[in-house]
């Protein structure tokens, strides 16, 4: 867990206001009882996740695909090839739809932008993480490897039966 208490609350703001902010049936799912708290978040989001990256096309038509992310700094980390169509459509594009999604048990949607990590400090750390985690650095997997870190705009976390996932993963509740 990398997050600062600054980074906690902003994401804290983030999923508070997403949550405000979104459908009347959106909020009938994601209710209080089953919304996931920043903190707690952190908490339940180590190592690598599976993540749904949605991009667009050209022709405004939207392209899903898979792959690894990290969440660190209270965000998104996720990489691609520079010659993958994701990595096209994120250079021209960089709005994107990224969700993770564990059964029924967890799951945060989220919406933004990917920012393309550029070298420095932060990306530093990223990819320190990343090497650690791998046991190679991910710079090594190709000749044009790209990390994003995705600028979250909205988000909301949700977890169908929350007080029993979060004692099962051994995190305690930040709220009642």
């Known amino acids: 867990m990398l997050e600062t208490p600054a980074e906690i609350a902003s994401l804290q703001r983030l999923l508070d206001a997403s949550h405000a902010r979104a459908t009347g049936h959106l909020r009938s799912i994601i209710n209080d009882e089953r919304s996931l708290a920043a903190?707690?978040?952190?908490?339940?989001?180590?190592?690598?996740?599976?993540?749904?990256?949605?991009?667009?096309?050209?022709?405004?038509?939207?392209?899903?695909?898979?792959?690894?992310?990290?969440?660190?700094?209270g965000t998104w980390t996720f990489s691609t090839d520079g010659s993958s169509a994701k990595a096209r459509h994120l250079e021209r594009r960089p709005a994107v739809s990224v969700a993770h999604i564990d059964g029924e048990e967890l799951a945060l949607f989220s919406h933004g932008s990917a920012e393309l990590m550029r070298p420095g400090p932060e990306r530093d750390e990223v990819e320190a993480h990343w090497t650690a985690h791998y046991g190679s650095n991910p710079f090594s997997w190709g000749d044009d490897i790209r990390m994003y870190r995705l600028r979250m705009t909205w988000a909301v976390a949700y977890a169908f039966q929350r007080d029993e996932l979060l004692r099962a993963r051994g995190v305690a509740p930040t709220r009642p």
């Open 39 to 73: 903190e707690e978040l952190v908490q339940l989001l180590p190592g690598m996740k599976v993540l749904a990256a949605a991009t667009v096309t050209s022709r405004g038509e939207p392209r899903i695909s898979a792959l690894d992310g990290h969440f660190l700094h």
